[in-house]
């Protein structure tokens, strides 16, 4: 071990004044705390936009081919080009349109979507959330699948009926009259997402043109890949061979503003977090300045017997940079902790009306680590000059002259 990191571990652990231990005390705990805050901090909001990121991908295709202008109907055009590329796992053409649901004196505002069952399995995978009834019924006549909440707001139950109404209606000599169909409840399913289970409503792509007067035209091309991460280079690809007055969209594109104001909110988290290590610093700048002055003798002494400047400058150095060394490793182990057992155990609880998730994961990736480890480090370093710098200028005559 080199000598002024010897000296430097001696002075930083002297126990001749109580203050300055103290002080060393609570200047590591200040970075211990803020490193834990800002690691459980970034590993709140990664989490959060991880755990939105696992619904959407379970709920949304990944990728949805629309028409601009004019009705879809020549759809199947395109699948001898959606069967070139490797990446695309399935596909199938959907219909989506809001509508209302009503039974007795309860109405509620509902999004149908009308699919091919079979296929709508190896997709949505919508087959695999249900937890009443038989997905299979949905190939019955006038059968649909609902949301927990759509039964909950409607009170029905499977097997149960309720009325259906499209906002497409047809012009009479009576007026304007809405479409009505009646529908039986095939299965209940449960998403685990408030947005989906209060609105959803499924029904065979057929029966959906019927109900909304769309002849065979569709909505558009839902696809699911292989790897959803990859949905932006599978875009590219697929608007190279696919032009106007198509338009291709991917579910990075559709929640595109939620996943950026989570990012800014991430970054401004992590630097008003990052401020309880600043303020900690200072504790470091403190104490180093009045370790300095009380070592005076010391320093004079060793410049006599042939240190210079330098020397002193790493002996201070490295009793900040010390402080910042464990107080930044104990910091991260009590980070790592606490979100291991949150996550694991689900401590944190949400509500799936509010924030879509039941409960809060938490994610820490090597990069938000790494970015705290090398802030906690570099302030530490950077509050630790100024005081090493003026203990590294003392001057051994004017100091031993008193002595």
Not at 10 to 17: A, E, V
Not at 201 to 209: H, N, S, Y
Not at 235 to 252: T, V
């Amino acid at each position: 071990m080199p000598l002024y990191l010897k000296i430097a571990f001696k002075y930083l652990f002297s126990l001749r004044s109580k203050a300055l231990s103290f002080m060393t005390v609570i200047s590591f705990i200040g970075i211990t705390v803020g490193v834990s805050a800002l690691l459980i901090t970034l590993a709140v909001m990664s989490g959060f936009q991880w755990g939105l990121k696992e619904k959407i991908l379970e709920t949304s295709p990944h990728i949805v081919i629309f028409k601009i202008t004019g009705r879809f109907t020549e759809y199947r055009d395109l699948y001898p080009v959606l069967d070139e590329i490797k990446e695309i796992k399935a596909y199938q053409p959907f219909i989506f349109s809001q509508a209302l649901a009503s039974k007795g004196g309860n109405v509620k505002s509902i999004n149908i979507r009308g699919v091919n069952p079979e296929l709508d399995k190896k997709i949505m995978k919508v087959n695999t959330k249900v937890i009443a009834g038989n997905y299979d019924d949905l190939k019955k006549e006038n059968h649909v699948l609902i949301g927990k909440d759509v039964a909950a707001a409607l009170d029905v139950w499977v097997g149960e009926s309720f009325k259906i109404m499209s906002p497409f209606g047809r012009k009479t000599p009576l007026g304007f009259l809405p479409k009505i169909k009646k529908v039986y409840v095939a299965g209940i399913v449960d998403f685990g997402m408030y947005e989906y289970d209060s609105t959803f409503v499924q029904m065979k792509l057929k029966e959906a043109q019927r109900f909304f007067d769309m002849k065979d035209a569709v909505t558009g091309i839902q696809l699911k890949l292989e790897d959803p991460y990859r949905a932006d280079i599978v875009k590219k690809e697929l608007q190279e061979r696919i032009s106007y007055p198509y338009i291709i969209r991917s579910w990075m594109d559709l929640n595109k503003s939620l996943f950026q104001a989570l990012q800014l909110e991430k970054l401004a988290m992590f630097l008003v977090i990052a401020l309880i290590v600043l303020v900690a610093s200072f504790n470091v700048s403190s104490l180093l300045i009045t370790k300095a002055r009380e070592k005076r003798k010391d320093i004079a002494v060793l410049k006599t017997v042939g240190a210079d400047s330098g020397f002193i400058l790493k002996v201070f150095l490295w009793q900040g940079m010390l402080i910042g060394i464990a107080g930044t490793v104990v910091g991260t182990v009590i980070g790592f902790s606490v979100i291991y057992f949150a996550d694991t155990y689900h401590l944190v609880k949400l509500n799936p009306e509010v924030y879509m998730i039941d409960y809060l994961p938490l994610k820490i990736s090597l990069l938000d680590i790494t970015a705290v480890f090398v802030s906690s480090l570099l302030i530490c370093f950077i509050s630790s000059i100024l005081p090493a710098f003026f203990a590294s200028r003392e001057v051994p005559a004017e100091v031993l002259r008193y002595e």
